[in-house]
């Protein structure tokens, strides 16, 4: 990863993206909150447009005709202790300053279905003060990558005598633009400040799998009503049927328990119960002020196959379980982002993808 991070550019860049956003489409994702850190040039000087790694991702959705909310993120330092970056991390290497000016660039384009927030990568890759700073100045969504693995837990336990999460709780004033992204580790008392304080919770099952993270406090989640969305996180997965299908049979083989996230006392429909939670807070994650199949809010559809083996004769209240749990990665028959059923031009991305994996890995070897 360190590698091709520090050897792609904008343009390969791009072509990477427009090849994934079409994947994610098909998987029947309509709007990417991107948490973008490689902003730099590849000896870690600013490009002549300081934005020109976030445009290229822009460029990359509006091929593809997904919605884009753009999240350049602060990273400052290589762990808890580090005064900064290694130098294989010069690419990423911001300020609160340069991310603001970012946040401002892309505004100021006014490109429809593009919006953009911010986000810390983490709490232990930005200065507490640096983090109430851009949390003050920024607006829209602020995304953190927090409690994802026990040694970011032990790391922040012995520097700072807390839990990352509840560090956040008691250090960073958060609010309802708060995502955290895992919070995969956490204790009951995290669960319950983060419900008080409206912050949301981004789930990311087939990285964390992926990664060999753990299992998060999914039941507590629910049940606590903070809002919960998905994340495709690292991309091994792009296809939000299967990360609910992780989520829940991680949850399952943990605990010996069948349909663990459905509402308790109503009917077990896990998939809807997830996929009514995930549209709801996906909506808070990209800073919508109005999402869902409600009036005012943007037309984004998705179409199944109802000819699919897997989906054959089932009644619509099984669908989605149908769908989740039966008919593994099938692509959405049709998608709609913003009223318009997304056609992109598959053999031009493709073929624009294929030429930046050969220019990049063709480097690897030389
Ligand atoms: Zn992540």
């Given at each position: 990863m360190y590698g091709v991070a520090l050897r792609i550019t904008p343009a390969q860049m791009r072509a990477i993206a427009a090849q994934l956003y079409v994947e994610l489409l098909d998987g029947g994702y309509t709007e990417v909150c991107e948490f973008h850190y490689l902003h730099h040039d590849t000896d870690g000087k600013a490009y002549a447009d300081p934005a020109a790694m976030s445009f290229a991702l822009a460029d990359a959705a509006a091929d593809a005709g997904v919605g884009l909310t753009l999240l350049p993120t602060l990273y400052e330092r290589a762990g808890f202790q580090a005064e900064g970056l290694r130098e294989d991390q010069r690419r990423f290497r911001t300020t609160v300053d340069e991310v603001l000016a970012i946040q401002r660039a892309v505004r100021a384009a006014a490109r429809p279905l593009l919006a953009c927030g911010a986000a810390l990568h983490s709490l232990r890759a930005v200065r507490p003060e640096s983090l109430r700073t851009l949390a003050a100045r920024s607006d829209g969504p602020l995304h953190i990558h927090v409690a994802e693995q026990m040694a970011e837990v032990r790391d922040c336990l012995a520097d700072s005598g807390t839990r990352p999460i509840e560090w956040l709780l008691r250090h960073a004033g958060m609010d309802a633009r708060w995502q955290l992204v895992h919070a995969t580790h956490s204790v009951p008392a995290e669960v319950e400040g983060v419900a008080a304080c409206g912050a949301g919770v981004v789930l990311c099952p087939a990285t964390e799998a992926n990664l060999g993270d753990g299992v998060p406090d999914l039941p507590g989640w629910l049940a606590a009503g903070v809002p919960l969305s998905l994340g495709s996180d690292s991309?091994?997965?792009?296809?939000w049927p299967e990360e609910l299908r992780w989520l829940e049979y991680a949850q399952r083989l943990v605990r010996?328990?069948?349909?663990?996230a459905a509402a308790p006392?109503?009917?077990?429909s896990t998939a809807a119960r997830l996929f009514e939670r995930m549209g709801a807070g996906g909506g808070r994650a990209m800073g919508a002020k109005r999402w869902g199949l409600a009036a005012g809010a943007r037309a984004d559809l998705l179409v199944l196959d109802l000819a699919d083996p897997a989906l054959l004769g089932l009644p619509g209240e099984n669908l989605l379980d149908g769908l989740v749990f039966a008919a593994p990665t099938r692509a959405f028959a049709r998608v709609m982002v913003a009223g318009r059923w997304v056609a992109p031009d598959r053999a031009a991305i493709a073929t624009r993808y294929a030429q930046a994996m050969q220019e990049l890995w063709s480097k690897a070897s030389a």
């Open positions: 991309q091994v997965v792009r296809d010996q328990e069948r349909n663990v006392g109503q009917e077990p």
